[in-house]
């Protein structure tokens, strides 16, 4: 192993069926700048990401044969942008989601987290500090 260390996961990518409406919930929840480019078969959108950052970035994809959303799945936690995930979640609903956990205490040291489904009907959580 190499004397970089890097966080275990290098890449994540969540399921749509409906591109434009999974790309509508991730910028109204979370104030991103999605754009989809098409690659065969494959539509992505890809999330913002920091050049040698410390975390992982990821897209969504969309392709009919290979990627089926899930409630049942991985759950991939997206950092809160404003640093205070209640900010983000009160968005969910008005964006095409569902809240599934409220702002709940992880430990104090750790912080918070939520639970909810996106647009396309994918668990997915939000961290916060706050």
Not at 15 to 20: A, G, K, R, S, Y
């Amino acid at each position: 192993m190499s004397q970089e260390q890097n966080n275990v996961v290098g890449w994540f990518e969540i399921p749509v069926t409906d591109m434009p409406r999974a790309i509508k919930f991730y910028n109204a929840v979370f104030g991103y700048a999605l754009e989809s480019q098409q690659f065969g078969d494959e539509e992505m959108a890809w999330f913002p990401w920091v050049e040698n950052g410390q975390g992982a970035s990821g897209s969504l994809v969309k392709h009919e044969q290979l990627y089926q959303p899930s409630a049942q799945g991985t759950i991939v936690y997206f950092s809160s942008p404003s640093g205070d995930l209640v900010n983000e979640l009160n968005k969910v609903e008005t964006a095409g989601g569902k809240v599934l956990q409220q702002k709940t205490l992880i430990t104090e040291k750790i912080g918070y987290m939520c639970l909810l489904l996106d647009s396309e009907g994918n668990r997915i959580a939000i961290h916060s500090r706050k």
